[in-house]
């Protein structure tokens, strides 16, 4: 489980996070174990600028039919991440392999299988959904031309825009053209699709069109890797998240373990504040703060039952006792070190 320390480091990462420490002697590139168990695996992941590590020993495990938000702040590494994934780059250090695929040594068969939207593709104004796919079709060589115009159906069915495709690209609202980006990347039947912050940009009705597209390619079993700093954009579709902070992967695991990661804090509302802080603290309760009509304090492995009765064999009047975990917008903040847009 992910455990966080008063300060928000986080002592024991869900899956294994980097806790590896010094940046400074990252190993050489390991040998690639591909893990056919998991549609996305790095082990060591590192990526220097001169200087600048900006991924660091990073561990991925997404799972295959996951929908994985990669979360962090700006400048956290998520896209320099994506960009080693799918071969763009080469890592100083670490091993990837995507479908059980050792990148970039089976990237030629393994990346035929996997969508992805990175920079975006450059799509001409003047010319419509369908005729923008056309071209990129044309221009892709192991695409067969015969089977052209069916995948281009399917790819705009599957996005919600056959009825606009006929459209110039320039009338798309900010969603479609999002939309017709993730259209491109489906014009292959594709296993894995890996999208660096797809909403990007959006308008809030944008990043619903967007939101409810990935859902409904990840109910069709397509694993989706989706790069966020939009924490509600991840909140609501992802089965899996890790979350970035500086380059290192800090959390990961199901939403649900990530999110039960956070620390148990209690809330006490009594009139006698200073005799149930010493009840509290006698049971074991940790940083116990009192203050007017109120004592808060960390209960560890103490279940709140037994505070309770403690404090009532105590003689101290409980007004309202509750034990709440952090929301998962504070426990990002703790995560990171800093605040996540929560809009979008
Ligand atoms: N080509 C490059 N040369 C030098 N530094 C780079 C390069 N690409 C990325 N960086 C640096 O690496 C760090 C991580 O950047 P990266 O783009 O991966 O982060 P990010 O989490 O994707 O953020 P954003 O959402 O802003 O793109 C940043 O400090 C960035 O300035």
Known sequence: MTQLTAEGEQAAPVGRASDVPSPAAPSPARAAVPDAS?????????????????VNDVDLRVPHGAVYGFLGPNGSGKTTTIRMLLGLIEPTAGSRSLLGMAIPQQATIALHRVGSLVEGPAFHPYLSGRANLERLDAADVLADPRTTRVRIGTALERVGLTAAA????RAYSLGMRQRLAIAAALLAPRDLLVLDEPTNGLDP???????????????????????????????????HLGVMRDGRLVAQGTASEVRGGGTVSLHLVTAQPEEAAAVLTALGVQSVIADVGEVRGIPGELEPEAIVAALVRAGVGVRSFTASSPSLEDLFVSLTGEGFDVSG
């Not at 998991?38 to 900006?54: D, E, N, P």
């Not at 006929?166 to 690209?169: D, F, L």
């Open 38 to 54: 998991l549609a996305i695996a790095t082990h060591g992941l590192t990526k220097r600028f001169g200087s600048q590590v900006a």
């Open 205 to 239: 009705q944008g990043t619903r069109e967007v939101r409810s597209l990935i859902g409904s390619l990840a109910s069709d079993g397509t694993t989706v890797f989706v790069s966020s700093h939009l924490l509600a954009e991840v909140e609501q579709i992802c089965s």
């Open 166 to 169: 006929g459209k110039r690209y």
